[in-house]
């Protein structure tokens, strides 16, 4: 079993930057693709960014250039720092692991940017 426990949610104004973290532990063998996902109230939950195990990383259209996916192997810790926040931004904040061809999920953060 993975655990995988999120911090670093809350609210913020327009403009603003907020950083998640997001701890994995547990039956975690090497480096593992992880990522992070939103949903906001009535939407589709939504991939936000993703690090491979090379250290590649995908993102959003909707948040390139303001958000910085990273992690820290040692720690099986993965980042988003996010910059710039607007309030469409709001959501639910997931962190995901994949390994041994399933996908875990953590149990979410709440951002809330305020206009």
């Known amino acids: 079993q993975v655990q995988l426990v999120e911090s670093g949610g809350g609210l913020v104004q327009a403009g603003g930057s907020l950083r998640l973290s997001c701890a994995a532990s547990g039956s975690i063998f090497g480096i593992n693709p992880m990522g992070w996902y939103r949903q906001a109230p009535g939407k589709q939950r939504e991939l936000v960014a993703r690090?491979?195990?090379?250290?590649?990383?995908t993102y959003a259209d909707s948040v390139k250039g303001r958000f910085t996916i990273s992690r820290d192997n040692a720690k099986n810790t993965v980042y988003l720092q996010m910059d710039s926040l607007k309030p469409e931004d709001t959501a639910v904040y997931y962190c995901?692991?994949?390994?041994?061809?399933?996908?875990?999920w953590g149990q979410g953060t709440q951002v809330t940017v305020s206009s």
């Open positions: 690090i491979r195990t090379s250290g590649g990383t």
């Open positions: 995901t692991l994949s390994t041994n061809g399933r996908d875990y």
